[in-house]
């Protein structure tokens, strides 16, 4: 079948949702979930969510596609969230479960690309937050190209142990030095009950929180939103909200996931990486992402990016501040000012 026959298709069965025959047994299952037919001639969002209940990266997922769908319905929009996986590389790494994390970026990617096209959806909010969720979504979105807004559910807090900020990365260098003997085992059993107070992503700048950065860069995000604490929930409430309006007054006619996803655009999330000492991984994700959106990029035309921007965040692990540092601190926005001022 031809893009063009399949394009004129699901044109009319999206126009046929409301009230012809044909799409009778669809509208019974919406009736069946409390969605009156009626609405259907407004935008439909797909909310994808990667909650998971197996690390605290993502556990405020479920309350922020809540916020976004109740966003979405008072916009005038029918929300229909939906869930896909994640993987822990904290719990998995040293274990061969490790295999498993590059692996479920595709899985996530894949996944959130079927419910798209099996759905139709006018435009899709994807809710993001441990390692691989951020680029894969963007990969969906780039596929699909599709309407599409995607809400990094942020950071975890630093915890605090004898007088100092003590992050995930702390627990791991102290596995070592009690190896080597520096630390005892009461030491260590001390720091792993408070590294980590609660939900959100790694505090450091691993990762996640670079990939929030990218997201950022790349203006798939309201800028500033990402880096608000996990914990934050009245905060971070309030950015999912802002999302699913944002993400309906895309559905009608907005610009695509490909209008951000192109050759400029990684370039400067590249240097928004490199600008706050990001994680080498961004390489990885971004190349892949270029890959999905049809983009030619290299790893040399990055690492060009990287050699002339300046690192001016000095971000744990290779510096002293955490993620929620460099949002009191004015966050991506203050960086991107920083890096515009300095030509």
């Not at 699901?10 to 009156?36: C, V």
């Not at 319905?73 to 896909?84: D, K, R």
Request: glycine share 12%; hydrophobic share 45%.
């Amino acid at each position: 079948m031809s893009r063009a026959v399949d394009d004129e298709r699901r044109r009319r069965a999206r126009e046929g949702l409301r009230d012809s025959p044909e799409r009778a047994g669809a509208r019974a299952h919406f009736r069946a979930m409390g969605i009156d037919p009626a609405r259907l001639g407004g935008p439909i969002v797909g909310i994808a969510s990667t909650w998971t209940g197996t690390m605290p990266c993502n556990l405020n997922h479920r309350d922020l596609s809540d916020s976004a769908a109740r966003a979405v319905e008072a916009a005038g929009g029918v929300p229909l969230p939906f869930n896909t996986i994640a993987v822990s590389d904290n719990q998995s790494q040293g274990t061969p479960g490790m295999r498993a994390s590059l692996i479920s970026r595709e899985v996530i990617a894949d996944s959130i690309e079927l419910m798209v096209h099996a759905h139709d959806f006018d435009a899709v909010l994807c809710i993001v937050g441990c390692d691989k969720t951020v680029p894969a979504a963007l990969m969906a979105l780039a596929r699909v190209d599709k309407p599409g807004v995607v809400l990094y559910s942020g950071p975890m807090r630093a915890g605090r142990w004898r007088g100092a900020d003590v992050t995930i990365q702390h627990v791991w260098e102290a596995v070592g030095a009690f190896e080597r003997g520096t630390v005892s085992r009461d030491e260590l059993d001390e720091l792993e009950r408070h590294a980590c107070p609660g939900r959100g992503t790694c505090a450091g700048h691993f990762t996640a929180n670079t990939m929030a950065i990218a997201l950022d860069c790349l203006g798939i995000a309201a800028v500033g939103d990402g880096l608000i604490p996990a914990e934050a929930a009245k905060e971070k409430g309030a950015a999912a909200e802002r999302a699913g309006r944002l993400a309906v007054a895309l559905a009608g006619g907005g610009p695509t996931a490909g209008n951000f996803l192109d050759r400029r655009a990684l370039l400067n999330a590249m240097a928004g990486i490199t600008a706050t000492g990001g994680s080498s991984n961004g390489v990885l994700h971004l190349l892949a992402i270029a890959h999905e959106a049809g983009v030619e990029l290299t790893l040399d035309e990055l690492t060009a990016v990287a050699a002339r921007t300046p690192t001016i965040a000095s971000l744990a692990p290779s510096g002293r501040w955490v993620a929620e540092d460099l949002h009191r601190a004015g966050g991506t926005a203050a960086v991107i000012a920083e890096l515009i001022r300095a030509g």
